[in-house]
């Protein structure tokens, strides 16, 4: 992997601090230099509203990753966090892809690396690895699937029965992935910070203050087995529960007859959420749960990056050819 950064000159870091003529102007510069570098701005539903706002196409990983492999732009502004942009330039390696903050990291990714997942599958010969979208370029290099939540059930599914599975890094996500699918894998004990950070109680406490609500889980959320566990003794209406993905709790609140909706993810999927469904109430299940990574991104940082066409994300070609292998089949199973 390379990474070619620039020092960029010292901007407002809080979004909320820029007045509005000043974040104007700021849009004003963006959309001129898209124009000007024929780019495209991919963001994550995780971004600042204003970063998802002035965005091309906004979606969770799987679809910012078809998106990536199909546009016709020169330049990507991938407004998400490093692997994201890893995925994107192993996708379209002619085109140049900008990380407006090379801090934009995960910590669901920091759990596991090339190395570490070289031991487990040494210990465990002839097993299908499974990484979830969240890993290294190096992690998805040693991988034969990779998978996003939208499309994790698909792919298990797809693997032969008599085929052991290594699932990672996502302990949470595989957890239920067992549950759903009905099969026995060996799973990394790895977690991302903020959903590990959403409690039961968390959970019982706003359904609690909120009767008529449905709730909309992320499968990777550490409460989401103990959801389930809470269902089954009949604790809590299984009708009120949704484990879905972070697309399908975009597009879920549509077709649902409720008003209210608790959201059990990170809390920047819920711009997305009340604006396609402005007469409903979304509520955040904690308020904890915000991704500082996803948060390092302004639209600040983002012109810079457009006018000094820094913080460019590139690939080593030989362990980008054996990742995309397991990118190609994420992005066709969906």
Known sequence: MKIIANISPDLPKDPSSADPAFQKELIEKINKLKVERNAIILAHNYQYPEVQDIADYVGDSLGLSQ???KTDADVIAFCGVHFMAETAAILSPEKTVLLPDLAAGCSLADTITAEQLRKW??????????????????VKAESDYCCTSGNAKQIIDAIPEDQDILFCPD???GAWLESITGRKMKIWMGECHVHAGIRTKDVSDRLAEHPNSELLIHPECGCASSTLFAVSRGDID????NILSTAGMITYPKTSK?????????????????????EKEFVAVSERAICKYMKTITLEKLYVSLRDMNHVISVEPETASRAKLAIDRMVSIT
């Open 238 to 241: 299984p009708d009120k529960v």
């Open 258 to 278: 409720s008003d209210t909706f608790i959201v059990a993810t990170e809390s920047g999927v819920m711009h997305p959420m009340r604006r396609e469904n402005p």
């Open 121 to 138: 599958k040494a210990e465990n010969p002839g097993s299908v690895v499974v990484s979830y979208v969240n890993t290294t370029a190096e």
């Open 171 to 173: 302990m949470f996500l």
């Open 67 to 69: 998106m990536a492999a």
